[in-house]
């Protein structure tokens, strides 16, 4: 059985830096394509971004572009969600994804077969 764990949120002042992380478990996901999704209170669960197997193609919300970056270390089942000049729009909690067969489009969740449990971010103002 396949286990998604996220970590690294916290609370940041705004135009700080976090790196979520999010570790998987139970088999190799070297081959699928990864999502990061937040949900902040009272909205829909909503895109982030999302990078391919190989991390050839990276995909964001137009809102993070330039302060965000996904990025994967398949040899360690991992991959990470670097948030830089952060803005208290950003206060979500954020959720890792993982997509088996390489369906699309990316950024929806309709598609991810794997889910974290979610990790808080909170940004200050």
């Known amino acids: 059985q396949v286990q998604l764990v996220e970590s690294g949120g916290g609370l940041v002042q705004a135009g700080g830096s976090l790196r979520l992380s999010c570790a998987a478990s139970g088999r190799s996901l070297s081959s699928a394509t990864m999502g990061w999704f937040r949900q902040a209170p009272g909205k829909e669960r909503e895109f982030v971004a999302a990078?391919?197997?190989?991390?050839?193609?990276?995909y964001y919300k137009d809102s993070v572009k330039g302060r965000f970056t996904i990025s994967r270390d398949n040899a360690r089942n991992t991959w990470y969600l670097q948030i830089n000049s952060a803005k208290p729009d950003d206060t979500a909690v954020y959720y890792c994804?993982?997509?088996?067969?390489?369906?699309?489009?990316?950024?929806?969740?309709?598609?991810?077969?794997?889910w974290g449990q979610g990790t808080q971010v909170t940004v200050s103002s």
């Open positions: 990078i391919t197997w190989n991390g050839g193609s990276t």
């Open positions: 994804a993982a997509e088996r067969d390489r369906r699309r489009p990316v950024d929806s969740p309709d598609i991810y077969d794997y």
